[in-house]
């Protein structure tokens, strides 16, 4: 089962796609003390995290998901994971399950982007939505 524990706008949680659901709810709160919409945030972060876990970590490895506020009062949010492979948009066809996830994420981000952390402990993607 997974695990998630919350720290402020910030949560971490363990390697089982069965959190997304709980990053999901995270969302929700937070965008929701706000007065934002959730739906576009809830469906950029799943997509970021379920990257994350399902591509980027090694199965002991923690994501830490944290989400806040830009100068100009977009909504930003970033997921930082162990590895340092890069995510990338897929060319995926009309049946397959997988594959659409940096290509949703680009759809709806007004940017998105990778930083890697130093002494290769990982990277940090990260998505900048506009709330409007």
């Not at 659901?21 to 709160?29: D, G, M, P, Q, Y």
């Not at 934002?36 to 980027?56: G, H, I, K």
């Not at 970590?57 to 830009?70: H, K, L, P, Q, Y």
């Not at 162990?82 to 680009?106: H, K, N, Y």
Request: glycine share 8%; net charge negative; proline share 2%.
């Amino acid at each position: 089962m997974g695990e998630a524990a919350c720290h402020g706008n910030e949560i971490v949680v363990k390697n089982d796609l069965a959190v997304v659901a709980e990053v999901r709810r995270f969302v929700r709160l937070v965008a929701g003390q706000w007065d934002m919409d959730d739906f576009v945030p809830c469906l950029v972060a799943s997509e970021l995290v379920t990257n994350a876990l399902r591509y980027a970590s090694a199965s002991d490895d923690d994501v830490t998901f944290r989400i806040g506020r830009t100068d100009d009062g977009a909504l930003w949010m970033e997921v930082q994971d162990a590895t340092c492979d890069l995510p990338r948009i897929q060319r995926a066809d009309t049946i397959s399950e997988t594959g659409r996830g940096m290509f949703i994420v680009d759809q709806f981000a007004r940017c998105w982007g990778v930083r890697p952390l130093s002494g290769n402990a990982g990277k940090v993607v990260f998505a900048v939505l506009d709330t409007s």
